[in-house]
């Protein structure tokens, strides 16, 4: 047993919580909190003799949730792939694939993942196929977007594919190709033809899975919503990582249903289940796709896409459910006694997704619905969430007008009225929706959450780290977006914490900072609730606290 004293402890235990904080907690030695409270009340709990630790005045939170994450984030890329993330231009994306290239002369193929889509979607006439031609033209080379909805393919590796200009998809996806029919290498939401990923040993799996935890750890998470599709690691190796002694994260783990084949894929949702037994792990969530992505004009929309995407004038992205069919299996999921999650970036997936969810109402399961990503909203659809007790699970990294991203992909794409009105935020809370946030990492590649709130506060650009550029004014418009949408750090904090606990079904064991709950916290060199908002992301986590042992020093 230990106590912790003279702090500023934000338990986020009820509606006034940020009003007022605790100086001290005492910590039991089954790793959860006996009591939270003053020093002379800890005192009395822990007895004479007991350690304690005087916080010097620091705060405290309970430790954090990440609703929406991919395991093992960049961590296999790190080890073992090129690595695009954080390249935000053509020079730089290049320079790194050849630099890699270079360095491995002895692979047979390559594979990265992490290329930012206002490369390859910039210009309608560019060729991205031969910029990786010209680097390697006799291997394959295969690359993967950060937001894993796209590849990007040199000629070798589409010729050892058989794709071929006449090659089609039959699902929702899109095969690019210039005005004369010719393939660009770039296939967004394509599942059907063959593209392959990079395979990786069992060994390789563990050790990123593990590289991945500590670095979720030293920003702060504790738990998280470990979401479908992985980028390269197999569920079942957390228990790989348990066994060793290494899993210091619960996790809530999600199948993907896929249009394609739902029932094997809820089939297979019912084996994780049965297969994966575990305190800190529990199968518990069935998640659908509902379309794709913007960048990708694969995102399915209520109105067409701007001529300025380059698609005509009457350009839409097909759905990706017969919206029957879609109520078939979120009945299944919900009867199954799962929460459902489903991605949906433009305004008509959203809408689908919430007529499903209004079809499962009679279902008596504690089905807990999330949609997550919002892009693009009918604002109507809101009271929708509210009504439902939807979830709201939003990535406020992206709230904000990006740069080398806002004018050459969602301007282009969405037009100004949605475009400036893109990815809601207190609209949410106002309505009294429940709201969890995360980076989608590997997505957000730097899933620093303090980042997060920042971008969730300011609606602006949010790191110098990330971006190369820092501002000085928290209106200055030139990556101002929507600041009507700006939340409040409590709003964040509570997103990140208790809310998050909500939707993975652990908010009896974490979330908040009360007897009984695990002792998952944080020790944080500032206090976010009085710092100025433009210094957020610089605060750090001294140390991060799991089931009351530091993991991070």
């Known amino acids: 047993m230990y106590g912790l004293i003279n702090g500023k402890i934000y338990t986020v235990n009820g509606v006034d919580w940020d009003q007022k904080p605790v100086s001290a907690m005492a910590v039991a030695d089954d790793g959860k909190i006996l009591a939270v409270g003053t020093e002379d009340e800890i005192k009395a709990v822990l007895g004479e003799g007991a350690q304690l630790h005087d916080l010097g005045g620091k705060t405290v939170v309970p430790g954090f949730v990440d609703a929406h994450t991919h395991i093992p984030g960049t961590s296999l890329t790190e080890l073992y792939l090129v690595d695009l993330y954080g390249a935000f231009d053509k020079e730089e994306t290049l320079k790194r694939i050849r630099d890699f290239i270079e360095a491995h002369p002895e692979n047979e193929s390559y594979y990265g993942l992490g290329f930012n889509m206002g490369v390859v979607q910039k210009d309608p006439a560019d060729m991205p196929v031969a910029w990786l031609d010209e680097i390697c033209s006799d291997k394959p080379i295969n690359l993967k977007s950060y937001d894993g909805h796209t590849q990007w393919l040199n000629t070798c590796a589409m010729d050892k594919l058989g794709i071929t200009k006449d090659t089609v998809t039959h699902g929702s996806g899109m095969i690019q190709k210039n005005e004369e029919g010719e393939l660009k290498g770039v296939f967004t939401d394509v599942r059907d033809i063959g593209l392959d990923d990079p395979v990786f040993t069992d060994e390789q799996q563990v050790a990123a899975l593990k590289h991945y935890i500590k670095k979720m750890n030293a920003w702060g998470y504790t738990s998280l919503n470990s979401m479908a599709p992985t980028f390269g690691v197999s569920f079942d190796k957390y228990l790989d990582v348990e066994k ?148 709201a699970a939003i990535q406020t990294f992206w709230h904000l007008k990006e740069p080398d991203f806002y004018d050459e992909i969602d301007l282009a794409s969405l037009g100004k009225e949605r475009a400036e009105n893109e990815y809601p935020a207190k609209s949410f809370v106002n309505k009294g929706v429940r709201i969890t946030a995360s980076g989608d990492f590997p997505v957000s590649f730097m899933n620093n959450p303090f980042m997060g709130i920042r971008a969730g506060v300011t609606r602006n650009l949010y790191s110098l780290a990330y971006y190369g550029e820092e501002i000085t004014d928290i209106d200055d418009p030139r990556f101002l977006l929507n600041p009507e949408e700006r939340l409040s750090v409590k709003d964040m904090i509570e997103a990140y914490t208790i809310n998050g606990a909500y939707q993975i079904y652990r908010e009896d064991e974490v979330g908040s900072l009360e007897a009984g709950k695990f002792a998952d916290y944080l020790i944080l060199d500032a206090d976010p609730l009085t710092i100025d908002p433009l210094k957020l992301d610089g605060i750090k986590v001294l140390h991060t606290v799991f089931e009351g042992k530091k993991v991070v020093f």
């Open 244 to 391: 060793d002694g290494d899993l210091t994260m619960r996790a809530t783990i999600a199948n993907l249903i896929y249009s394609e084949h739902p029932a094997e894929d809820m089939e297979e949702l019912f084996r994780m289940k049965d297969r994966i037994k575990s305190d800190k792990l529990k199968v518990q969530t069935a998640k659908f796709f509902m379309d794709g992505v913007v960048e990708g004009n694969t995102a399915w929309l209520k109105k067409p896409y701007d001529p300025a995407a380059g698609l005509g004038d009457n350009y839409n992205a097909p759905p990706e459910w017969d919206t029957e069919e879609l109520k078939k299996y979120f009945r299944m999921a919900a009867e199954g006694g799962f929460g459902i999650h489903c991605h949906c970036i433009g305004d008509a997936a959203s809408s689908q997704a919430l007529d499903a969810f209004e079809s499962i109402q009679d279902v008596d399961t504690d089905c807990r619905g999330a949609i997550t990503h919002l892009q693009v909203v009918d604002r109507a659809d809101i009271d929708r969430f509210a009504d439902m007790g939807i979830i």
